[in-house]
């Protein structure tokens, strides 16, 4: 079983670790989304995460919907290369604010 984490690492920033697929990705999406929101800026640092597939992209493309709709900004750092790679191919990387 994969498991992921959010964080929190205190005013706005968090850090997500772990593998983030199609296992663990739906748990963040109903529980940590939602206990992100607040600040006008957020961060979430990457650095931890140990693998990625397209489910973990989709985690940061309803972070960054979510984060919109509350007005508040949402910055990626520390993306895996794999991560990133999955996101230039669709695109996304721009969008995403991905560093």
């Known amino acids: 079983m994969s498991v992921a984490a959010l964080?929190?690492?205190g005013a706005g920033s968090w850090l997500l670790q772990g593998?983030?697929?199609?296992?663990?990705v739906p748990a963040l999406l109903r529980h940590a989304g939602a206990r992100m929101l607040g600040k006008d800026r957020l961060e979430v640092d990457l650095k931890a995460?140990?693998?990625a597939d397209s489910a973990g992209l989709a985690l940061?493309?309803?972070w960054l919907r979510e984060s919109e709709t509350a007005g508040?900004?949402?910055?990626?750092?520390?993306?895996?290369?794999?991560l990133l790679s999955i996101a230039r191919v669709c695109g996304l990387d721009e969008i995403l604010s991905l560093a």
């Open 19 to 24: 593998e983030l697929d199609f296992e663990s």
């Open 7 to 9: 964080v929190d690492s």
């Open 60 to 62: 940061l493309v309803e």
């Open 49 to 51: 995460v140990t693998r």
């Open 72 to 82: 508040n900004e949402i910055v990626f750092i520390n993306v895996p290369p794999q």
